[in-house]
Each structure stands twice: as C-alpha cells, then as structure tokens.
C-alpha cells in the first residue's frame, strides 16, 4: 500500500494578518481538499510507523501533476522557488519541479487554489430560499438556510455557504466564496474574492479579489481598490520587503473583527490586521497594524 503523511500547516509571514485557521477554499479546509487530492491518487493516509510520501501542510497539489510525480522516480515535488510539496521517502533521485501545484505561503495565493477549486464545481441548491429573479450566469451553490432576494446577478462559479443574507441588489461576479451567517447587500459588488464566516457587507459597497476574515463588518460605501494605474502586478509588504504578488488585480486581506467607518477607501495590497477599525472617510494607504 502507498501510503502519505500529512505534515501539519506552518504559519508564515505572508499570510499575514491571516491565521492557519483561515485556510479555507471554497468553505473547506485546505487539509480536506488536500487529502482529497491524494486519495484521488490512490495514496492512503498512513497510520502510525512509516510512509511512502510526506505532504506539506501548505502544499496546493494539482492531481494530475502528483500522479505523474508518484509514477516517477524522482525524490521530491518541489515549486518554482524550492520549496518541497511532496518527498519521497528514501528517494534518491532528482527534484521534480511542480508546473501546476504550488505551495500557499501568501494570502494572494489562496485566492489562486479558490479559482482553481471553483471551476470544478457543479452546481446545486440546498435547501435555501431563492428569489425568481436570481439571474446565474456560470455555477452556483447555495447552502441551507440561506435567502437570496430580489435582483441578485451572479457571473461567474459561486459558492455561498448556509444561513446567509444576499440582496437585494447586489452582484457577485468571478471566483467568489462566501462562508456561512454573512450579509452581502444593497448595491454591494463582490468580485473573485473569499469571505469568511460572519461577515457583513450590507450597502453601496465594492469588494474586489480580497480576503475577508470572520466577523468582519464594511460599513456603507467602503471600497477595496484592486488594480494599478500602470498595469504592473501588486506589489505588497511582507515582514518589510516589497513582493511581488504576480496578479494584476489584489484588493485587501482583512483580518478577523475589522469594522471600517462609512466611505473607508482601501488601497490595492493593503493588510488590515484583526480588530482594526477606521473612521467614516479614512483612506488607508498603508497597512493598519493592530
């Protein structure tokens, strides 16, 4: 039997202000969607005593990529950058490095693994109440208990998570995860961006390619700002030096508990760490440490 153990995840500074509580695609955690993939390649979770492979605990593995590694004899599956998603145990051979897995050692990156995990979503409805006039343009799933009212446009693959308030009138367009007990409402614009469970955005609001924490509340009228004048990829600190993020479009990573003040402007790349607040017309044009 092949068999694999799962390291667990290490919180690295490019998570910032994000925990490893908040590693959650499409409203699972990234061990399930992890052991999934490698059960989906025929490898078994090794009980106490010795495996075959050891998986990081922030590993984003691509199927097809770890079939071929697992074929081969190669000693590790490793990124771009040398960082090692999957080793051999007792393996002598070569590095393998990954074209489609990557490892989510930043907040950008776990946007990459939603995107990915959407398109291969289907859709359903669970036992939520959906108004007529719901237009769906792409895949969308609902959770139970969840009401969706009137003049609701959804392009793109969407999931929302149970108990949650949408609408009216607002639009959720790209990759978007909505997790359970959050009120996305009038006139709101969520686009390919996760938001975590409890978390409010109730009017005239504009929340692009973001990560927003649990329990989070944008007061009315507050915008994430999301692309550069010159085209050029988002650039953003982590623990002091500027990194490229490598997407043209990077909103804000939102910490759990944050309330902003009516009007709050947010600058492209910008962290605002748990519990911070800001006033009715801040614009925060660096990031807020709490």
Request: glycine share 12%.
């Amino acid at each position: 039997m092949t068999t694999f153990l799962l390291l667990p995840p290490t919180l690295l500074p490019g998570l910032a202000p994000l925990t490893l509580a908040h590693l959650v695609i499409g409203n699972r955690p990234l061990a399930d969607h992890q052991r999934a993939t490698l059960a989906a390649a025929d490898l078994s979770e090794a009980a106490p005593g010795p495996a075959s492979f050891v998986v990081d605990g922030l590993a984003w593995l691509d199927e097809a990529e770890l079939r071929a590694f697992i074929r081969s004899d190669d000693a590790t599956l490793t990124t771009a950058e040398g960082a090692v998603l999957v080793r051999r145990v007792g393996g002598g051979g070569p590095a393998q490095v990954a074209a489609t897995s990557f490892r989510i050692a930043h907040s950008w990156d776990l946007l990459r693994a939603n995107e990915q995990t959407l398109k291969a979503k289907t859709d359903y409805v669970l036992g939520a109440e959906v108004h007529p006039s719901l237009y769906v343009d792409g895949r969308l799933q609902v959770g139970r208990g969840t009401r969706i009212l009137p003049g609701v446009v959804i392009e793109g693959d969407v999931i929302i998570g149970a108990d949650c308030k949408i609408g009216p009138n607002c639009y959720l367009r790209g990759a978007t995860t909505i997790g359970d007990r959050c009120h996305v409402g009038q006139a709101v614009e969520i686009k390919n961006s996760i938001l975590l469970d409890g978390t409010n955005v109730g009017h005239l609001s504009y929340v692009g390619d973001s990560i927003l924490g649990r329990k989070v509340n944008f007061g009315a009228g507050t915008l994430t700002s999301n692309l550069r004048h010159d085209g050029r990829n988002h650039r953003t600190l982590v623990a002091g030096e500027l990194v490229d993020t490598g997407r043209r479009k990077f909103g804000a990573v939102v910490g759990d508990g944050v309330h902003t003040g009516i009007h709050t402007s947010i600058y492209p790349g910008r962290k605002l760490a748990a519990g911070t607040t800001t006033r009715p017309g801040d614009i925060v044009r660096t990031d807020l440490t709490a």
